[in-house]
């Protein structure tokens, strides 16, 4: 038996949702900054649930392997973003409200579809043929091809 399977939330579980994220650095924007988007990625998809306590900083800095500094700095900017609260004796935790995270998200999906339409622009295709190819793209995926 794992000394991870207790119920509670605590050190072990935080790992766990820690572990979930993808950790893979790109060269080309600021370490803090990527790890920032992957943070707000994982409490976009409720990989980090509302109110859940979140790595520490020296947990979540190993598991990206990057600096503790670098990582406190992610995190603190994520605190003044209101993503997470810190309080002060309990650790960081994924903030409550829902509208918050809401407005979060809309805007990450608001940013990749333009992504999106910027790509396909590059290929070629025209704003009618971007919605063709979404809709039977999304079509596949529902019947699962």
């Given amino acids: 038996m794992s000394a991870c399977a207790e119920p509670s ?5 935080e790992k766990e949702e820690a572990g979930k994220m993808d950790k893979q650095l ?3 924007m600021s370490i803090y ?3 920032m988007q992957k943070v707000r990625e994982a409490i976009a998809s409720g990989e980090l649930a509302p109110g859940v306590r979140v790595a520490s900083v020296r947990e979540f800095a190993g598991v990206f392997a990057v600096n ?6 992610a ?8 993503l ?12 409550k409200d829902t509208a918050q995270i809401d407005a979060m998200r809309r805007q990450l999906a608001e ?7 910027r790509e396909m622009q590059t290929l070629g295709f025209s704003e009618a043929e971007m919605l063709a190819f979404f809709r039977v793209s999304a079509d596949e995926a529902v019947r699962g091809a």
Wanted: charged share 30%; proline share 2%; with cysteine.
């Fill in 33 to 35: 900054m990527q790890i």
């Fill in 75 to 82: 995190l603190n900017e994520l605190e003044r973003e209101g």
């Fill in 9 to 13: 939330r605590g050190a072990c579980a």
């Fill in 68 to 73: 503790p500094n670098t990582m406190q700095r």
């Fill in 26 to 28: 790109q060269e080309n």
């Fill in 84 to 95: 997470l609260v810190s309080e002060r004796t309990s650790g960081r935790f994924v903030t």
């Fill in 111 to 117: 940013e990749a579809a333009a992504r999106f339409r």
